[in-house]
């Protein structure tokens, strides 16, 4: 049972108790768009909530953070106003208080179920870098594609690799995926060929978004790096390995990727994911001391991947990882990212790369679940899987528990279409 109560109902076994107060951006029936967050399946909104003077605080009472159709200007207005935010929304909610509970006119205006709202892009996304930070899904990689005995290149424990994508197609949750066409060259073929991709792929990843920026210049300091960090969400870097394969010489993804990526609609803030912040992997050989910190990074998150077929009625669970194994942090990351000057800004999105771990069945992709289609997935409806078929649905969750406290980040979801002409 969660520590905290609230005087609105939250089921068991949710993701949103009163600890977690994720944030995120909602239309309702009638069109308006604001910025929300949760408790249980209600949804409270921040908007309304200032215009009822219920967050009337010099620190956020400000229009411009809430009523709006992104989280970017309370992304950017730091660690000290986020913890104030959520101060004043627990000693709202919290059984008990009647201010807000008793207020029916104003609970009336701010309160709306979940179901009735249509989750938005977080945030309006300037940049988009993803990493490959697993050391067991680049070894796999490496050991298929590469040299099994050397399966990771030279460089890969000492620097978070990783590379700028897309933020054009980043879409939320629930958005269908179109089958990318694309240029790809078999085997035993002379040419390419150019058409849909055969062998499409999901990637299970976590996700931050950036708070305050730093100036052109000026990198982040490792120490200073979780202050420019402003909460997580799940992401699935969709894949056309097929392309992919073709193109990433000399110069990586390109194409198979860029497609369409998809994340969850709520932002769970650091601050509530503090229970689950643990030691990361050890890392040997030492890093460089521009990436060396004492600050425990890593997060014990339990994540799944469930895949659902035309012919299921439910989802099938094909992954369970944790992200507690991947080897570089989310503060080296963005520091790695910032060392050479470069500048980020609030709303910004990196993802970790693939979510591997050690065994067969906690596999972050399709790739190596089947083992590059050797090993196809089979399924309760009898069906099996190499890569993913057109109606397929891909579902991604991720949360916490610990000590009876449960911390979710909802889930990220999407359909496989047909490819176009």
């Known amino acids: ?19 977690n107060l994720p944030f995120g951006v909602g239309k309702r029936l009638n069109g308006t768009v604001s910025v929300y967050t949760r408790v249980g399946d209600m949804a409270i909104d921040l908007g309304a909530m200032v215009a009822c003077d219920l967050l009337a605080d ?37 059984a008990g208080n009647p201010e807000f509970r008793d207020a029916e006119d104003n609970k009336h205006k701010c309160l709306v179920p979940v179901s009735e709202l249509t989750m938005q ?25 590469r040299d099994p005995e050397n399966a990771l290149l030279p460089n890969w424990k000492h620097i978070p690799v990783g590379y700028n994508g897309r933020s054009s197609s980043i879409v939320v949750s629930g958005t269908p995926i179109r089958r990318p066409l694309g240029q790809t060259k078999a085997d035993d073929a002379d040419t390419p060929s150019f058409g849909p991709s055969k062998l499409f792929d999901i990637e299970l990843e976590m996700g931050f978004f950036t708070g305050p920026g730093n100036t052109l210049g000026e990198p982040i300091p490792i120490d200073k790096a979780h202050e420019h960090i402003f909460g997580m969400a799940i992401v699935n870097d969709w894949s056309a390995r097929d392309i992919q394969k073709w ?32 030691q990361g992997q050890p890392q040997d050989p030492p890093v460089l001391p521009y990436l060396q910190t004492s600050r425990p990074g890593a997060y014990d998150l339990e994540l799944e991947i469930l895949l659902k077929t035309p012919k299921m009625s439910e ?66 409806s009898g069906e099996e899987r190499k890569f993913l ?21 909802d889930e990220v979801r999407g359909v496989v279409e047909p490819a176009g002409d």
């Open 389 to 409: 078929l057109d109606g397929d649905e891909v579902i991604m969750r991720a949360w916490g528990e610990k000590d009876g406290l449960r911390i979710g980040l």
């Open 58 to 94: 010099p620190r956020f009472s400000g229009r411009d953070l809430f009523q709006t159709d992104s989280l970017n200007a309370f992304m950017g207005s730091g660690s000290s106003v986020w913890s104030a935010v959520r101060y004043r929304l627990t000693e709202l909610l919290t």
């Open 121 to 145: 892009i977080p945030s309006h996304i300037g940049d988009y870098t993803d990493f490959y930070s697993s050391i067991e899904h680049a070894t796999n990689m490496g050991k298929m594609f």
């Open 247 to 278: 193109e990433y010489v000399p110069l990586g993804p390109f194409l198979g990727k860029s497609f369409g990526t998809s994340v969850s609609p709520w932002v769970v803030t650091l601050e509530a994911l503090e229970p689950f912040r643990v």
């Open 315 to 380: 989802g099938h669970r094909i992954c369970r990882t944790n992200f507690a194994s991947m080897y570089w942090s989310m503060s080296q990351q963005l520091t790695h990212q910032t060392s050479n000057g470069t500048n980020i800004r609030p709303g910004d999105l990196y993802a970790s790369g693939t979510v591997s771990g050690s065994t067969e069945d906690s596999f972050g992709s399709l790739l190596e679940l089947t083992w590059r289609g050797t090993k196809p997935l089979q399924l309760p």
């Open 1 to 19: 049972m969660s520590e905290k109560s609230s005087w609105i109902e939250v089921p068991d076994h949710s993701d949103f108790p009163l600890e």
